[in-house]
Structures are given as C-alpha cells and as structure tokens.
C-alpha cells in the first residue's frame, strides 16, 4: 500500500496529504490530494541512480506562496474543467453562453482561478493488479468557475511494476460541459538546470497554430520543414531560438484510436527516456518559457527559463469555439474516459 503523511497545511489551516507510491525497483512517486500535484518522481539513470525527475517543492508553503500564484506554473498538478486555453473566456452551448474568468491575458487558462490544480481532491490509496495506486475524486459544482453541471471526476494515478506512471481520468456530469483533463508535470530528466540537451520525438504531422495570445487560429499546418517537426528526434535546444518565446504548441497525433503514441523523450547524459502514450488526439509540448528564476523548488534548485518540460496530453486547445475541433463537449449520461502513460526507462 502507498505510504501516507501531513504535507504541511495549506494556508486556511486544512490539512494536506502527500501520498507515496513505490515499485519493487525503488521507483516512487508523490502525490499530494492538493490539486492531485505530483511532488516527486524518482525514477534510475543508467548506472541505477535514482533521481527526481520533476519539478515542485517540498511542502505545501512552495505551492502556495505569492510568488508561486503570480507565476502560474501549474507544476505537477491536475488540470480542469479545461486544460489549456478559451479564447476570451466565452462559449456557447446549446444556445446559451457562459462567461469564465479571464486569468491569462484576455483568455481562461486551465480552469480559471481556482482550477482542479487548487482545490483538494479526496484521496484513497490501494493497489490493483498493476502496482500501487491513489484514486483522486472531485465534484466540480455547477456554476464553478462558470461551467455548467456538476461534473463528477475521478483521477487514478498507478505506479504500475514496469516504471510506468498511468493517469486514467473519468467523469460524468448532469449538464453538458465542455471537459479537457490533464497533468501539468515539468519533467527534467538530467542532472543539469535546463532540459534543452532533451531529445524528443512526436509522431506528429501536425500542429495547431496559434496567434499572439496562443489561441488557435483554426488552421493545423504541417510542421514538415519547420523546427515544430519532431517526426525523427531532435534535441529540444536545436531549433528552439527558431520559435519566438520557445515551444508552447499543440500538436496534432497522427494516431487518435486507442492508446498511442504521443511522444519519445531521450537524455544522453543521464540515459533516461520517456515515452509517452494516451489516448488523447493532441498533446501541448510546452518548454517552460515564463520560468525565470523567481521560484526556488526542490533542493535549493532555481528554476530559470527552461528548467522542465510539459507533455501535456489533452483535446485541442479553445475546441468548444472550434467546431472542426474533436468535440471536448460531455454530455449527461455520458462517461468521459482518458488514459495517459508516462513509461520510464534507460538506454545505454
Ligand atoms: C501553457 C503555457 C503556460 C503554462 C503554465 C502551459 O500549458 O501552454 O502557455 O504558461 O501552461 O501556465
């Protein structure tokens, strides 16, 4: 069974779990029911060295310091209703239109001002046949952050034998509302302070473009011949100076049935890699731009500009003002189902 202790109280005074889920090969990871965050990931390089391989802090004080909420990195932590963008915080469904909060220029960000990342998830940890695990659930209710419905979500993070960590969401509602689930870790699989030596492969034709406020303009461009082509590997830090401000981009799968690929992540140095898999239609590859040195994590680390990276599996950003989008509307009676695999491993 995970292990459970007091991860400090949050500033109202409620007390905060932090859950560790740990393999037979030493692999652990920390989840705190706050916002579902994953704290900790140690995971072996190539000579059997088990490293940290996310970014976070210590205790809840990081997660909820001043300078942690200007910044908004979301490290770790569960995304909803809507992971990802809506342009000027509007939609329209069914006929009628609902206003969210504006907390990202002109536009709502993952989920507005109190998303899933800051609100606390009921916890149970257990294990099933895969390895160790911690089932999160949270009721959203209706009218929070302006989404209709009361939507029932439930996280199940698995540490499964192979160093896989496994995500499966699902929800239900009692309204249709528009849903887009995701975790938001920075992952670093080195030992050095940025990620740019990170080489990554995503089978990937496509990319949705964006404009200045990284809205989808509607149009998904081949990324052949461009440096957002990422169909053979390449190191993140080869062609990022091509990209103003770095890459913070959805990418469009070529697989969308079952569970696919979605990405390939190598570090030579350490020889970790990391595979993702989902069942998603798009992931956003998000460099850590906006890091710039203000937040001071885990170890005394400074994280500056480029410090983590996100694969962030999810539906296309702005999808319920993008009719051509795959639909992220859930309607009542419906179970909304998403799986995504971080697979873990090393190669010589
Ligand atoms: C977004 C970035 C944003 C980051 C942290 C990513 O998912 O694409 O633009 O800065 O999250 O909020």
């Not at 895969?130 to 929070?144: A, F, V």
């Amino acid at each position: 069974m995970p292990t459970a202790s007091s991860f400090v109280t949050t500033t109202d005074g409620t007390e905060v779990q932090l859950f560790t889920l740990t393999n037979a090969h030493g692999v652990q990871v920390s989840i705190t029911n706050y916002g579902g965050t994953i704290t900790r990931l140690l995971v072996p390089d190539k000579a059997g060295q088990l490293g940290d391989v996310v970014l976070g802090f210590d205790n809840m004080r990081g997660y909820q310091s001043p300078e942690y909420r200007k910044a908004g990195p979301y490290f770790g932590a569960l995304i909803g209703r809507y992971a990802n963008r809506i342009a000027q915080g509007k939609f329209t469904l069914d006929g009628k239109a609902y206003t969210l909060a504006q907390n990202n220029g002109a536009n709502t960000l993952h989920g507005g001002q109190q998303g899933f990342d800051k609100v606390l998830w009921q916890a149970q940890p257990g294990s099933s046949t895969e390895g160790q695990t911690l089932t999160l659930k949270y009721r959203s209710p209706d009218g929070e952050e302006g989404y209709p419905g009361n939507l029932d979500v439930t996280v199940v993070y698995t540490l499964t034998k192979d160093d896989a960590l496994q995500i499966d969401y699902t929800a239900t509602t009692d309204k249709a509302t528009p849903v887009n689930l995701t975790n938001h870790a920075y992952f670093n699989l080195s030992n050095d302070p940025d990620i740019l030596g990170h080489v990554v492969t995503m089978p990937a034709d496509r990319y949705t473009v964006v404009d200045a406020g990284l809205i989808p303009t509607g149009e998904l461009r081949p990324v052949k011949g461009t440096p957002f082509d990422f169909t053979a590997p390449h190191a993140i830090g080869e062609r990022i100076s091509q990209v103003p401000g770095g890459y913070d981009h959805n990418w469009v799968l070529n697989e969308t049935q079952g569970l696919h690929a979605a990405a390939q992540v190598y570090e030579p140095t350490t020889g970790r890699t990391m595979e993702v898999r989902t069942t998603e239609p798009g992931i956003q590859f998000y460099t850590g731009n906006f890091l710039d040195g203000t937040l001071k994590g885990k170890e005394g680390k400074v994280y500056g500009q480029h410090a983590g990276f996100c694969l962030e599996t999810q539906h296309f950003p702005d999808s319920p003002n993008q009719p051509a989008f795959p639909n992220t509307i859930l309607q009542p009676g419906e179970i909304f189902k998403s799986t995504t695999i971080y697979q873990f491993g090393v190669r010589s």
